[in-house]
């Protein structure tokens, strides 16, 4: 798995196919430390972006 540094913390991401795929999960790590997953797929943000 390839790694990117924002904002000093390390976010993971893949290639597939000439495609990049980050890592939510790291982002939401970073973004709170005690955020989870379960309470942002709660978000109705989160839900609509999905749903593009």
Known sequence: ???LKVDNQIINYIKINDE???S???MLK????????SDWLRNRNTIEFLEI
């Not at 970073?30 to 997953?37: A, I, L, P, Y």
Request: net charge negative; charged share 35%; glycine share 6%.
């Open 24 to 26: 939510i999960t790291d």
């Open 30 to 37: 970073s973004k709170d430390g005690e955020f989870f997953v």
């Open 1 to 3: 798995m390839l790694e």
């Open 20 to 22: 990049d795929y980050i």
